[in-house]
């Protein structure tokens, strides 16, 4: 069976200050892996995926992940974040042959001035 | 653009009601699911429809039932609402198949239910 762990639960960081928000997965089978972010009162937006190919990804606002084969991890990370970057993420997996997606347990970013 | 819309943002129900949780979507999505929002929990998946009248169980469908008579439809159903069901309830969709498109899931803003 897959599973997601978020090792996080909160991380908080002082703006321009990097951050690495931390997810690791199980599977037996190829896997396909998203990060996505809730801003308070809000649903959720996926902020970047790993379908194939290179390993590293990236969003348009400056976060990237880079898949691990080897270490099963998904890895979240900005260089500086910004006060606006302050919400709850979620790791995903996905697995070849089915639609569903398996969530963690989610990391709550706290940007602080 | 995508949207999906959830009935409601807030409802507050009382013990043993039934209670109607609507989602609608408007990008002619076949699949859609319906979620359960706890802290420390993440997402966890009660029921999801990858077609009209068609319905599947999730991890954690006790105490829930789904409606879906129309493609853009989706409803969640309590039939007696008990306290341990106030959470946050968020919909989604996404394109049926093994494409890269049917990848995303897009979700609605979430209706966070209280029950007293």
């Known amino acids: 069976a897959q599973s997601v762990t978020q090792l996080d639960s909160q991380v908080p960081v002082f703006e321009e200050a990097p951050v690495e928000l931390r997810c690791n997965y199980s599977s037996s089978v190829s896997v396909y892996l998203f990060w996505y972010v809730q801003y308070p009162n809000q649903g959720l937006q996926l902020l970047l995926k790993?379908?194939?190919?290179?390993?590293l990804v990236e969003s348009i606002n400056g976060f990237e992940a880079e898949f691990n084969k080897s270490q099963t991890s998904f890895h979240l990370r900005k260089p500086s974040v910004h006060i606006s970057d302050t919400a709850e993420y979620f790791c995903a997996v996905r697995t070849s042959n089915t639609g569903k997606l398996i969530f963690g347990q989610g990391t709550t970013l706290q940007v602080k001035p | 653009d995508v949207k999906v819309t959830q009935s409601s943002r807030y409802l507050v129900k009382r013990t043993g009601e039934k209670v109607f949780l609507e989602c609608v979507q408007d990008m002619d999505h076949e699949n859609m699911f319906w979620y359960r929002q706890d802290p420390g929990l993440g997402l966890r998946l009660i029921y999801f429809?990858?077609?009209?009248?068609m319905k599947e169980k999730g991890d954690i469908p006790e105490g829930y039932s789904v409606s879906r008579e129309k493609k853009e439809r989706f409803s969640l159903i309590l039939e007696s609402a008990s306290t341990n069901q106030t959470s946050m309830y968020l919909c989604?969709?996404?394109?049926w198949g093994s494409g890269r498109a049917s990848y995303e899931q897009y979700f609605g803003p979430g209706t966070r239910l209280t029950v007293t």
């Open positions: 790993y379908l194939s190919g290179s390993t």
């Open positions: 429809s990858y077609d009209v009248k």
């Open positions: 989604a969709s996404s394109l």
